[in-house]
């Protein structure tokens, strides 16, 4: 059974930082990528950040390309998303997701069809 935990949202002012973890278990397939997601109330949910188990590559949401970055620790049970420089348009509630099937840089930005999901973290930026 896979099992996502984030932690490290909270409330923080506008130019400031945080950094969210996801503690993963389970997570033991031949190939899968692990993904960051935000849903801003309104908006659809949007895949801001990926890594797949091989691919090498990691992707960030033009959004965020300058300055968030995803990390993980080497056996991939724990990711990390460092949120640099911090607006109030990031406000939202922050997922991480598995997919089980595939790894590649290009499918993983896709955001479509992750299989596992956490119960998010809330990030909430003021002005």
């Known amino acids: 059974e896979v099992q996502l935990v984030e932690s490290g949202g909270g409330l923080v002012q506008a130019w400031g930082s945080l950094r969210l973890s996801c503690d993963t278990s389970?997570?033991?397939?031949?190939?899968?990528?692990i993904a960051w997601f935000r849903q801003i109330p309104g908006k659809f949910r949007e895949v801001i950040s990926c890594?797949?188990?091989?691919?090498?590559?990691?992707y960030l949401a033009n959004s965020v390309k300058a300055r968030f970055a995803m990390s993980n620790d080497n056996a991939m049970k724990a990711v990390y998303l460092k949120m640099n420089d911090l607006k109030t348009e990031d406000t939202g509630v922050y997922f991480c997701?598995?997919?089980?099937?595939?790894?590649?840089?290009?499918?993983?930005?896709?955001?479509?069809?992750?299989?596992?999901w956490g119960q998010g973290t809330q990030v909430t930026v003021s002005s």
């Open positions: 997701a598995v997919h089980r099937t595939y790894d590649s840089y290009g499918y993983c930005r896709t955001g479509r069809h992750y299989d596992d």
């Open positions: 389970g997570v033991t397939f031949d190939a899968y990528a």
């Open positions: 890594m797949g188990k091989s691919s090498g590559r990691t």
